[in-house]
């Protein structure tokens, strides 16, 4: 193994851009398919990575869909959460901000409660035992309805104490942010962190950008690398401090390459970059196999690499004195393995 290989892996890490749903190894989908009397269309686990072979957002999309016809109980929610933060914490991430779906649940006649307490139980628990943080942001699927959006949102006020923020995904072809402007102004006044998802290389993608910054007043960005094609674009995302979520390993399944390059220079411009690893069970990587191609397929400094993660605690919706915490165990960290 590399040095700098073995320095990513020890790195105590956050990641800021995973769905949960998107976290189910085909393992795990078979063991809550025999459990629920479900009959998937594959015979085993190797057949159904095999079918995971997509080429844009929505072939994707329509694989993490039909995956999630297996999560039924609370208990499947909590199994499903708990394998992500297992994981997540064996790759010395210290703390996960995760996105879930209600609306591709109770569209399907699962309860609202059932999805969030399986979840919120998970949490409670992987943070007793392992130590590992972690924080909830609902998403609204942007291909149904702005009323939908805004009956999830109903739904989830009995639970607000346990969801941080709010973000927008699914397909964003025919779907721009302003879509959902009055919903996003509604989970303003509640309480609600506000991101979105701004996919790679969409139809309309930097005026998509645009209007998360002038319609929507996003905290954070999702993805969002297209902004490097427009200047005041950048400077604008720049001047209000936003970070943006990188995924790599996700692009590269989607759009045929990493952005590994498109992240350097997101660096080199002082541009708040993360790398994050979105679907982790269909994409094939966690956050640090995101962080270890990256790195290789853009030759970045220990420095680079530390900025990425560092930027990561910063941008986290966590209370400053929590962040600073993480933030000095990144540094002592970094410090005890200079030379190493
Ligand atoms: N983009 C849009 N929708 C999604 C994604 C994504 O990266 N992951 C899960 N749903
Ligand atoms: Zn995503």
Request: aromatic share 8%; with cysteine; glycine share 6%.
């Amino acid at each position: 193994m590399t040095d700098m290989r073995r320095f990513i892996e020890r790195m105590p890490k956050a990641e800021l851009h995973v769905h949960v749903e998107g976290t189910l190894e085909p393992e795990l989908k078979f063991d809550l398919a025999r459990r629920n009397g479900i009959e998937l269309p594959y015979r085993s686990v190797e057949e159904m990575r095999a079918g995971y072979d997509f080429d844009d957002l929505p072939s994707f999309l329509e694989a993490y869909y039909e995956g999630m016809s297996v999560l039924l109980t609370e208990q499947d929610f909590c199994a499903l959460t708990t394998a992500y933060l297992t994981k997540a914490h064996s790759q010395n991430v210290l703390y996960a901000e995760m996105f879930f779906d209600p609306q591709a649940h109770t569209t399907r006649g699962i309860a609202y409660d059932t999805v969030i307490r399986g979840i919120r139980r998970a949490q409670e628990d992987a943070r007793s035992r392992l130590g590992i943080r972690s924080q909830l942001i609902m998403c609204f699927l942007r291909d149904m309805s702005a009323d939908s959006a805004a009956e999830a949102l109903e739904q989830s006020l009995p639970y607000r104490e346990w969801i941080v923020g709010v973000g927008l995904d699914s397909d964003e072809k025919g779907n721009p942010p302003i879509k959902f402007k009055a919903v996003f102004a509604r989970a303003r006044a509640e309480g609600f962190r506000l991101t979105m998802h701004c996919d790679v290389d969409q139809k309309n993608s930097t005026r998509h950008i645009r209007q998360t910054l002038d319609d929507i007043g996003v905290e954070r960005i999702d993805h969002g690398v297209n902004a490097l094609e427009d200047e005041e674009l950048c400077n604008e995302i720049m001047r209000r401090g936003l970070a943006l979520t990188v995924c790599p390993i996700s692009n590269d399944c989607v759009t045929g390459s990493l952005k590994a390059l498109e992240i350097r220079r997101m660096l080199e411009m002082g541009m708040r970059a993360t790398v994050n690893s979105d679907d982790p069970a269909y994409f094939g990587g966690y956050v640090n196999e995101n962080l270890v191609a990256t790195q290789e397929a853009a030759d970045l400094s220990r420095d680079q690499v530390v900025r990425l993660v560092a930027n990561a605690f910063e941008a986290s919706w966590l209370p400053a004195d929590e962040k600073r915490a993480l933030r000095g165990r990144l540094d002592s960290y970094v410090e005890s393995a200079v030379g190493a």
